[in-house]
């Protein structure tokens, strides 16, 4: 079973008078939170299932750790792509999940 210390994506949720003000943190410290593909898909899944909540206000997003806070892609993981067919199957942005949750819903 896993923890919460052992997920890519940790998000705690904060009932407010106003609404849900969600905290979600990239959790990828020992790599100074380098988005590889499994933590951009569990990124994506997450923002995805927050998106459904009518209740939510605001998303504050964190990296773990005390170096960084996302540092940007995974070169290691990139340097190991050998084709642009290779890169876009193992991308959800290059397939679409991305598009499954807004970046801003205004009220």
Same mark, same amino acid.
């Given at each position: 079973?896993?923890?919460?210390?052992?997920?890519?994506? %940790?998000?705690?949720?904060?009932?407010?008078?106003?609404?849900?003000?969600? %905290?979600?943190?990239? *959790?990828?410290?020992?790599?100074? *939170?380098?988005? *590889?593909?499994?933590?951009?898909?569990?990124?994506?899944?997450?923002?995805?299932?927050?998106?459904?909540?009518?209740?939510?206000?605001?998303?504050?997003?964190?990296? +773990?750790?005390?170096?960084?806070?996302?540092?940007?892609?995974?070169? *290691?993981?990139?340097?190991?792509?050998?084709?642009? +067919?290779?890169?876009?199957?193992?991308?959800?942005? /290059?397939?679409? +999940?991305?598009?499954?949750?807004?970046? /801003?819903? /205004?009220?």
């Amino acid at each position: 079973m896993e923890s919460a210390d052992d997920r890519l994506v %940790h998000v705690r949720l904060d009932e407010r008078e106003q609404g849900v003000v969600a %905290h979600a943190t990239i *959790n990828n410290a020992g790599h100074l *939170n380098a988005m *590889n593909s499994a933590l951009m898909q569990a990124f994506v899944d997450a923002m995805a299932q927050l998106a459904t909540d009518e209740r939510l206000r605001a998303v504050v997003l964190t990296g +773990a750790g005390r170096k960084a806070f996302i540092v940007g892609a995974d070169i *290691n993981e990139m340097a190991a792509i050998e084709s642009a +067919a290779q890169a876009t199957r193992s991308s959800p942005v /290059c397939t679409g +999940a991305a598009r499954r949750f807004a970046i /801003c819903r /205004c009220r």
